[in-house]
């Protein structure tokens, strides 16, 4: 979502030369798909003046103290998000607002906090957030039919990548997700048995659902390796997750599936695909690690044990 929407403000300010940082494993395909506007770094340079994190006050106190700034796209989103808001919510918000205007960490104005979060990384930046929201999403609808011919090209795959030769006869769905975004393999069993499900190779999930009797495809390094094996089959399912950012701009026969976060925070603006969204009154939910209950207290979303949900997943497959 970053290298879009900064790809975006690339589009619309050619003047600026804009350098970014993206983490390693990403930076081939990024060089590929944004390239010709956006300077992809090798790693962070004196140039760099500031860094994207999600993380709060107390955590960003030893580098501002060493000169350090930062850029918090996300840090209102998140407060906004929960249910149950605490006196130091209401601290932080006054705290980064004070650091913004000093321009030490710059904060995301609250009134657009429920925008697409590749809006909200550009906009978070001060000399950005002249950029409206009707000019950004005009720019980035423009964008797309090239992006979408780049990522459907000659990308880097990984080596080790194998996909099945009826990959075209299958619906394929990208089940994973740091968070409460993950298809349990009962729901897969019951609703789409005859699937693929693509998992990188080292989730746990692998052989779980190949212990299921699941068809499972991993994929490994290279993220080309998602749009490569989304490419050719039949129709794609994806959770709020990252392979969906991907498909986004790579893969027209996709379904989106909204679990964690705000349907306008995570779907581009130029997809035009279905979009499924959270049918459960927790939504949207405060990003927590998998090995604990969500801020709800569950361990699995609401949303899979949800007939009408369930039933918006299924009629949206075009088979």
Not at 81 to 94: A, E, G, R, T, Y
Not at 106 to 112: E, G, R, S
Not at 135 to 145: I, W
Request: proline letters at 7%; a neutral charge.
């Amino acid at each position: 979502m970053r290298l879009l929407g900064f790809y975006a403000v690339a589009g619309l300010k050619p003047e600026l030369d804009v350098h970014i940082l993206v983490p390693e494993f990403l930076r081939p395909l990024a060089k590929v798909t944004y390239g010709d506007r956006l300077t992809i770094a090798e790693g962070k340079t004196p140039q760099m003046k500031y860094s994207y994190s999600t993380l709060g006050i107390k955590d960003l106190i030893p580098g501002i103290l060493k000169g350090e700034k930062y850029i918090e796209p996300f840090h209102k989103n998140v407060i906004e998000d929960k249910k149950d808001k605490k006196f130091k919510d209401s601290i932080n918000l006054v705290l980064f607002d004070v650091l913004d205007a000093l321009g030490i960490v710059h904060v995301a104005p609250a009134n657009i906090s429920k925008t697409y979060h590749g809006y909200l990384e550009v906009a978070s930046i001060k000399w950005l957030r002249h950029i409206s929201w009707e000019s950004f999403a005009e720019q980035v609808n423009k964008d797309f039919p090239i992006i979408y011919d780049r990522l459907n090209g000659d990308i880097p795959l990984s080596p080790e990548l194998k996909i099945p030769d009826d990959i075209q006869q299958n619906v394929v769905v990208f089940p994973n997700g740091t968070s409460r975004q993950f298809v349990p393999v009962q729901w897969a069993k019951t609703h789409l048995p005859d699937a693929y499900y693509a998992f990188f190779h080292k989730d746990n999930e692998v052989q779980i659902f190949t212990e299921a009797g699941l068809k499972v495809i991993p994929y490994y390094k290279e993220p080309g390796d998602i749009i490569a094996i989304a490419k050719d089959a039949k129709w794609n399912v994806t959770t709020d997750s990252f392979p969906s950012h991907l498909l986004q701009t790579a893969n027209k026969n996709c379904t989106v599936c909204i679990t964690e976060v705000s349907l306008g925070r995570v779907i581009s603006p130029s997809f035009k695909g279905p979009v499924v969204d959270s049918q459960v009154p927790c939504h949207p939910c405060v990003h927590l690690t998998r090995r604990v209950p969500c801020a709800a207290g569950y361990m699995e979303c609401l949303n899979w044990s949800n007939a009408s949900y369930t039933q918006q997943i299924l009629n949206s497959i075009k088979r």
